[in-house]
């Protein structure tokens, strides 16, 4: 690594520009069909919408949420739903329930609902290109005359048309998972481009003054949510760690083939590397990153599930941070019950986005993470 130090800077700057090039290619793209691969991903948190932004550019993806309310991991830990003044029917409408994250949206939103007497119908699209399907749900749910709709959008664009229809038809919208660009919604999530920052001070922390140089693996090029974590934690590199080197940042579907693929050819060009980091483990699935990296160079990431607790105990993954789903999907009908009730509520509740290592599996906050087991 010392025979790196003197040609570091240089390459670091010129990986940023690299990142950032990526980017702003990817402005103004649509969104691909999505793959087996795509509708089975996680996040992202976490977070998970593609579409290009139409308003800003680079500079909107690097906003972050007005949040009006900021609760801590404790306290969703301890969230309860208000009680329904009424047995309302709130729609759910999913991105899809094929992968471990909307399924936990999905338990969240109907365990919470339960609780409190409440109806809670969940209608799953086709993966990030459905947001016509979206529409055509929305149509469906205001004729069989739903109290409220929760949405995870599918196009941050594309999925504005389905908020209009509902909100004409004076029904309350909230959004979850990630943004649509609709000003009358109530907010329920993470703010990507922070998490991005998040994962760069994780990585400052671990290599110390010493610093090193790695691979990022980018995740899709037109996805919001991947553009704002790459976006945070190039900027937050460039801005705060110079020692730390960023050799590669490929992008790729939500397939964990594409991102194996990306990282072995990014290792190829450059083989000594002292870290790891993707926006989301399920593209680089730690128990395929290579012997010579697995292991014994930090990876960090997002998401904490199943796959990803084995990852952390085996040490195949350093860190991984949350990404709420299941508590998305209880305060998202929590938030829509309080707007029913006539009872206000902020438009921008911000979820927080808690470390884990091996030291915390099994912890309360963690635990929260997760879908009980039967």
């Not at 009358?184 to 010493?210: F, H, K, P, S």
């Not at 020692?243 to 050819?265: M, R």
């Not at 607790?309 to 299941?326: K, M, N, Q, R």
Request: aromatic share 6%; proline share 7%; net charge negative.
């Amino acid at each position: 690594m010392n025979e790196r130090k003197g040609i570091m800077r240089i390459r670091q700057l010129h990986a940023i520009v690299l990142v950032l090039v990526v980017a702003l290619t990817a402005c103004g793209t649509d969104a691909a069909p999505t793959t087996t691969a795509e509708q089975n991903a996680t996040t992202v948190d976490g977070p998970t919408t593609t579409g290009a932004e139409t308003d800003g550019g680079e500079a909107a993806l690097r906003e972050t949420l007005a949040c009006e309310l900021s609760p801590t991991a404790e306290e969703l830990v301890d969230y309860q739903l208000p009680d329904a003044n009424e047995p309302y029917d709130i729609t759910l409408l999913q991105v899809s329930l094929a992968g471990y994250y909307y399924q936990a949206i999905d338990f969240g939103a109907h365990s919470g609902g339960e609780e409190v007497g409440v109806e809670v119908t969940t209608l799953a699209a086709e993966g990030y290109a459905s947001p016509d399907l979206q529409l055509s749900q929305v149509e469906d749910a205001v004729q069989r005359g739903t109290d409220a709709i929760v949405i995870a959008p599918s196009d941050i664009q594309g999925s504005v048309p389905a908020v209009e229809l509902a909100i004409e038809a004076e029904i309350p919208v909230v959004n979850i998972s990630t943004e649509v660009a609709h000003p009358d919604v109530y907010m329920v999530m993470q703010d990507d481009y922070l998490l991005g920052q998040m994962m760069a001070d994780r990585l400052g922390e671990i290599l110390g003054d010493e610093g090193g140089a790695g691979v990022l693996i980018a995740g899709p090029a037109n996805a919001t949510w991947s553009r704002k974590r790459t976006l945070g934690f190039s900027d937050q590199i460039a801005e705060s760690y110079p020692n730390i080197e960023v050799v590669a940042a490929p992008t790729q579907l939500v397939d964990p083939a594409e991102g194996l693929a990306s990282f072995e050819d990014a290792v190829q060009a450059n083989p000594e590397i002292d870290w790891i980091a993707s926006v989301h483990y399920f593209i680089l699935q730690p128990a395929a990153v290579p012997e010579d990296y697995r292991g014994t160079v930090p990876y960090v990431s997002f998401g904490y599930e199943p796959d990803s607790i084995t990852a952390l105990e085996s040490g195949a993954l350093d860190s991984v941070f949350a990404i709420e789903p299941v508590s998305m999907g209880r305060v998202g009908i929590g938030t829509a019950i309080s707007v029913l009730n006539g009872d206000e509520q902020p438009r921008v509740n911000c979820l927080p986005a808690p470390m884990f290592t091996v030291d915390e599996i099994g912890s309360p906050v963690a635990t929260n993470e997760l879908i009980p087991e039967e």
